[in-house]
T-cell receptor, first 112, second 114 residues
Framework: DADVTQTPRNRITKTGKRIMLECSQT?????MYWYRQDPGLGLRLIYY???????NKGEISDGYSVSRQAQAKFSLSLESAIPNQTALYFC???????????FGSGTRLTVV | AQSVTQLDSHVSVSEGTPVLLRCNYS??????LFWYVQHPNKGLQLLLK??????LVKGINGFEAEFKKSETSFHLTKPSAHMSDAAEYFC????????????FGTGTQLKVEL
């Protein structure tokens, strides 16, 4: 099994729909992150969590929300999806000093 | 605050010739620096990382990078390109100035021609 598992791998949804992307990890790390990747822009941080009770906005959090259900689970929600949220989404975990990051395989989301 | 600039969005080399992908960073504190590679339709793979030990860092698949504080650079090199090196490469900075979060560059697409 992968250290960081993202589900689903691919998703097509309609504008206005609510969608949840899920991430689970077996690394035992406290820190978890959600990034989105757009061509020519690299990866940008949406939300991050340093432990179950500590959730913080990243640089592009508008239109997104997150839930840290347990140390191992961190989900990303789009309450009302819009086409410019079409992107590749990555979940990641890290240890306490952030020198060892592990990324999931990504979720490709298309909003039509 | 921290940031990273990848100076070339596209680099094209011939197979067997050297590869140079350029990266400059900005960080208020001593940074950690990484290079990640992403092959088409794949996830991210860590090539190498610098975390304040030796300034010349060796990574996987023959890649290496040199941390130059005076030039605020962390360029990625490989002596001889292989067709399988064709991919997108990301320079990444992390440090206390950014709350130990990763800040990605915009990527360099490497093309390797016969």
């Amino acid at each position: 099994d992968a250290d960081v598992t993202q589900t689903p791998r691919n998703r097509i949804t309609k504008t206005g729909k609510r969608i949840m992307l899920e991430c689970s990890q077996t690394k035992g790390h406290d820190r978890m992150y959600w990034y989105r990747q757009d061509p020519g822009l690299g990866l940008r941080l949406i939300y991050y969590s340093f432990d179950v009770k500590d959730i913080n906005k990243g640089e592009i959090s508008d239109g997104y929300s997150v839930s840290r259900q347990a140390q191992a689970k961190f989900s990303l929600s789009l309450e009302s999806a819009i086409p410019n949220q079409t992107a590749l989404y990555f979940c990641a975990t890290s240890d306490f000093d952030a020198r060892g990051y592990t990324f999931g395989s990504g979720t490709r989301l298309t909003v039509v | 605050a921290q940031s990273v600039t990848q100076l070339d969005s596209h680099v094209s080399v011939s197979e067997g010739t050297p590869v140079l992908l350029r990266c400059n960073y900005s960080s208020s504190y001593s940074p950690s620096l990484f290079w990640y590679v992403q092959h088409p339709n794949k996830g991210l793979q860590l090539l190498l990382k610098y975390t304040s030990a030796a300034t010349l860092v060796k990574g996987i698949n023959g890649f290496e990078a040199e941390f130059k504080k005076s030039e605020t650079s962390f360029h990625l090199t490989k002596p001889s390109a292989h067709m399988s090196d064709a991919a997108e490469y990301f320079c990444v900075v992390s440090g206390k100035g950014g709350g130990n979060k990763l800040t990605f560059g915009t990527g360099t697409q490497l093309k390797v021609e016969l």
